[in-house]
C-alpha cells in the first residue's frame, strides 16, 4: 500500500497493523490517558476521519504525550511513567491475537522503550518501530499486498 512517513522519516502506514495497534492503542487508553482532551480536540479540528486522526498523531511528538508533557515531574516520575507506558503497550500488544512476539528478551525492549521515549522531539511513530522489533503479525496472517 501507500505509506506515509512520519515528521522525523519514521515509517507511519495505515496499512501496517503494528502502527495502526499503537495508534489505537494511545488513542482510547483512558486510565490513564496519554492524550489529553485539548490534544485530541487540535487533532479532530484537522479532520476526524480515521485516516486524518492516524496522520496527525504520526507527527505528534512525543513531548505531547500526557505522562511526558509535565516539565516539572522529576526523573524518577518521568522514569516510571515511561515504565508503566512500555508494559502497558507490551501487555496490549501480547493480547493481540494476529500478533506473536519475535523476541522474549523483555530487558532489551523496555531499554529500547525508555531510550525512544526519553527524547521528548520523536514522534510516536518511533513508538511502532521499537514495536515491530518485538512483534509481528503471525506467518500465516500475512497476505500479499
Not at 495505515?14 to 495502526?20: A, F
Not at 485516516?51 to 505522562?67: I, K, N, V, W
Not at 493481540?96 to 527524547?119: L, Q
Request: proline share 3%.
Amino acid at each position: 500500500g501507500d505509506s506515509s512517513i512520519s515528521a522525523d522519516g519514521t515509517a507511519w502506514d495505515l496499512n501496517n497493523r503494528i502502527h495502526t495497534s499503537v495508534f489505537n492503542f494511545i488513542w482510547n487508553n483512558r486510565h490513564p490517558e496519554y492524550l489529553s482532551r485539548d490534544m485530541k480536540n487540535i487533532m479532530r479540528r484537522q479532520g476526524d476521519q480515521p485516516e486524518t486522526l492516524f496522520e496527525a498523531m504520526g507527527r505528534l511528538p512525543l513531548g505531547e504525550l500526557t505522562f511526558l508533557s509535565d516539565i516539572l515531574a522529576d526523573r524518577t516520575d518521568r522514569e516510571q511513567a515511561i515504565r508503566s507506558f512500555s508494559n502497558r503497550i507490551y501487555i496490549h500488544f501480547n493480547r493481540i491475537h494476529d500478533f506473536e512476539r519475535t523476541s522474549n528478551v523483555e530487558s532489551e525492549y523496555y531499554r529500547k522503550m525508555a531510550g525512544v521515549c526519553s527524547v521528548p522531539k520523536n514522534t510516536i511513530p518511533e513508538i511502532a518501530r521499537v514495536m515491530e522489533q518485538f512483534f509481528r503479525v503471525k506467518a500465516d496472517l500475512v497476505t500479499d499486498q
